[in-house]
């Protein structure tokens, strides 16, 4: 099963789960959540590597459950579309911003409540309201109580990016008797999480995390289309360039080492220069196959292809 998963999204899994199992089984050792979540960026724990590394951690089964499970299933068609290179470094930007947006919720709290005000180890003014009732506590202890874990943020950005790539695919959420078409789907995901961030209170749930990390890719993604030569997701030709550059590459290295294509004719070895003609051309044919049906997709949506198309489209992804 795993060796169907697109390279990046199989690795994502891997490390999610990895690290899932190590928390649970280090948990009487060491407290990985302790050094690796995403603290408060005033609080005296916090660490810039901390904005990758709480992508990584989970709270329970369900948690993680969930996450990977839309990581799998969007992940592997947004990777095949836009190749490994350009899909981690979405992925990545993704998590990171919905990381920087929770920073800054949690700041706007620190500033409101009045902490920004108080000295780490002032006792008396602040308090903390509890099942065991209120409690005096150091504002620096808070401070370093204030935590995000999760990879919700950048598979919340891969729910976006799948909406925008193919936004007339129809999609089933349970538990919605029909299917609906994917725009909608991630217009309805949003707005339920915009309504929970300032509907709900301590739910211990990071809304504007998961809302930040649909903004980031969303600008990541107007970003390329305005700029199709970095990564164009206009059309996904990006991809198939590389793998060409790529090729041409490899077969100019090849073709310095040997003297010439006659003297290769002549001893029977190696590719001739009609053999080449044939291959280039067969190429370009392939490339101009997959540009039209890239078109087709930006133009009527994925939905539009035809089975053969689909397949091809999935053919060409895999030709590196």
């Known amino acids: 099963m795993f060796r169907n998963i697109p390279t990046i999204t199989r690795n994502l899994l891997l490390i999610n789960i990895v690290v899932f199992l190590a928390t649970l089984a280090l948990s009487n050792q060491i407290h990985l959540t302790e050094y690796g979540n995403l603290h408060f960026f005033l ?8 904005l990758v590394t709480y992508q990584f951690l989970h709270a329970d089964f369900w948690h993680i459950f969930c996450n990977m499970f839309a990581l799998w299933m969007f992940g592997c068609v947004i990777e095949r579309v836009w190749g490994p290179q350009k899909f981690l470094i979405y992925y990545l930007v993704c998590g990171i911003g919905a990381g920087l947006c929770q920073e800054a919720v949690q700041y706007i709290e620190y500033v409101s409540q009045g902490l920004s005000t108080l ?10 309201a509890t099942n065991m009732g209120d409690i005096h506590v150091p504002v620096g202890w808070y401070l370093n109580q204030l935590g995000t874990i999760g990879a919700s943020g950048a598979v919340y950005g891969i729910l976006l990016a799948f909406g925008m790539t193919f936004p007339n695919e129809h999609i089933f959420v349970f538990p919605l008797p029909i299917p609906i078409k994917a725009k909608w789907f991630i217009c309805i995901y949003a707005a339920i999480e915009l309504f929970a961030a300032y509907g709900s209170t301590g739910d211990h749930v990071a809304h504007m995390a998961h809302l930040g990390g649909m903004l980031f890719g969303l600008l990541l993604i107007l970003y ?6 970095n990564f164009n997701i206009s059309s996904g030709r990006q991809f198939f360039e590389n793998m060409k550059r790529s090729f041409d590459a490899r077969r100019g290295s090849q073709t310095t080492q040997q003297p010439n294509n006659q003297t290769t004719r002549q001893t029977g070895y190696g590719p001739t220069r009609e053999d080449d ?32 198309e689909k397949q091809r489209l999935f053919e060409a992804s895999r030709e590196r």
């Open 119 to 128: 000295s780490d180890d002032d006792l008396t003014p602040f308090t903390v």
């Open 224 to 229: 390329w289309r305005r700029h199709p030569a």
């Open 43 to 50: 609080a005296s724990d916090f660490h810039l590597y901390q």
């Open 277 to 308: 003609m044939e291959y280039n051309r067969q190429k370009q044919e392939r490339q101009a196959e997959v540009d039209a049906i890239l078109d087709k997709i930006r133009k009527s949506g994925y939905d539009s292809l035809t089975k053969e």
